[in-house]
C-alpha cells in the first residue's frame, strides 16, 4: 500500500538525497515538501526544494515555504556544514516550478483535514518549527496523524552543533518539545543511527557508477557533505543523517530501537536542545518515541542505491 507523507524540510545536502530517495519509490506518495529554516536560511530551504524536485523530474510535486526563524528563538544556520547555498558541491540550475502560494503551515493542517485521519506521514527533516507551530494552530490534526517520523536528537552521540545537543532539536528546541509532548506517534532517527551510515569512498562511488544524472549529484552533494564530517569524526565519510527517515518507511527492518520517554532540554544555556532518552528505562516516565539504535548500513546504502537508479 502507498504511504502518503509530507517531508517537512531544510535541504542541505542529506535532505535531498532523502526528497530523492522518497520520490524514487513507489511505496511513497509525497503530497507535498514543507520548507522550513533550518542548515540554511528560508529563502534558500525552498529554492533547495524545487531544485531536488527537478532534479528528480518531479515538477508536479507542490513545495511550500514555511517558519522562516524558530518559535522563540533566533535563527542558527550550518552554512558551516552544508556551503552557502545549503547544496554546495553540486551546481543545480534554478528551478522553474513555482513555490506554492500556501504557508507551509497551512498545506499540512488543510492536508491533515481533508485526507481521512490516519493517512499521512509526517517527515520532518530538519528544525520542528513548521510541526509545531501546525499542531499549536490546530490541535485537532495531531489525532490525525499516521504517525510522525524525524530525524533528530541523539543519545550516545549526545551532540552535533553543541556538546549536548543536535542541530535539528537545537534550532528549535520548543517546537521539538511541544511535539514530542503532542501524543502524537513518533519514530526518531537520532545522530546514533545516522552515525552509522557512513558516506565511504566506496559506498560513494557506487552511487556515482548507477551513472544517471541523480547518481553523480548525489556522489558531488555528498563529497561536499563529507569534509566537514572526515575533519570533524576522523571517520571514513560523513554520515547521512536524513535518508534514514525514508528508509524506516520502506524498510523497518533494517533498523532496530526502543521504544522510550524523550524529553528536551529547553532552558539550560548548557544543554539547550538535548534529547533526554530514557534509554535505560530508568525513569517512570511513559514512552513517547520510538527511538532508533541501530541501523544495518550495507543495507540502508543498497537500498539507496538501488532506489536512486531509478530516477
Ligand atoms: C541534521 O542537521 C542537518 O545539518 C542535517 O540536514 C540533518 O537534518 C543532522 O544533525
Ligand atoms: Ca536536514
Known amino acids: 500500500m502507498t ?164 542541530f535539528n532539536i537545537h534550532v528549535d528546541p520548543e517546537a521539538a518539545d511541544m511535539v514530542l509532548r503532542s501524543g502524537a506517534e513518533i519514530v526518531m532517527m537520532p545522530l546514533d543511527v545516522t552515525h552509522q551510515v557512513l558516506t565511504t569512498r566506496a559506498r560513494v562511488q557506487a552511487l556515482r557508477d548507477i551513472g544517471n544524472r541523480v547518481g553523480q549529484t548525489v556522489a558531488a552533494l555528498t563529497g561536499f557533505f563529507e569534509r566537514f564530517d572526515r575533519q570533524k569524526y576522523g571517520s571514513d565519510g560523513a554520515p547521512l543523517h536524513d535518508p534514514c527517515v525514508i528508509a524506516w518507511l520502506l524498510a523497518p527492518h533494517l533498523f532496530q530501537g526502543r521504544h522510550v520517554n524523550v524529553e528536551i532540554e529547553t532552558t539550560s544555556a548548557l544543554t539547550l536542545g538535548m534529547t533526554v532518552a530514557d534509554w535505560w528505562g530508568v525513569s517512570a516516565r511513559p514512552a513517547n518515541a520510538l527511538f532508533m539504535g541501530s541501523v544495518d548500513a550495507d543495507g540502508f546504502y543498497s537500498l539507496l542505491t538501488e532506489r536512486l537508479a531509478r530516477l
Open 3 to 166: 504511504q502518503d507523507i509530507i517531508i517537512d524540510t531544510d535541504p542541505g545536502q542529506d535532505d535531498a538525497v532523502a526528497i530523492l530517495l522518497a520520490l524514487a519509490s513507489p511505496e511513497i506518495r509525497v503530497l507535498g515538501i514543507t520548507a522550513v529554516a533550518g542548515n540554511v536560511p528560508l529563502s534558500l530551504t525552498q529554492l533547495n526544494a524545487r531544485k531536488i524536485c527537478e532534479l528528480a523530474g518531479r515538477r508536479d510535486i507542490p513545495v511550500f515555504a514555511g517558519c522562516d526563524r524558530p518559535m522563540r528563538r533566533a535563527l542558527v544556520t550550518a552554512e558551516h556544514v552544508h556551503g552557502n547555498s545549503g547544496l554546495d558541491g553540486a551546481d543545480l540550475p534554478a528551478p522553474t516550478m513555482p513555490l506554492q502560494d500556501a504557508h507551509a503551515v497551512d498545506f499540512i493542517i488543510d492536508t491533515l483535514r481533508a485526507r481521512p485521519a490516519g493517512s499521512v506521514t509526517l517527515c520532518p527533516l530538519g528544525p520542528l518549527t513548521n510541526i509545531a507551530t501546525a499542531f499549536a494552530r490546530a490541535p485537532d490534526i495531531v489525532g490525525r496523524v499516521q504517525r510522525v517520523v524525524l530525524m533528530g536528537g541523539a543519545y550516545f552521540e549526545v551532540g552535533n552543533i553543541t556538546p549536548a545537543a543536535e
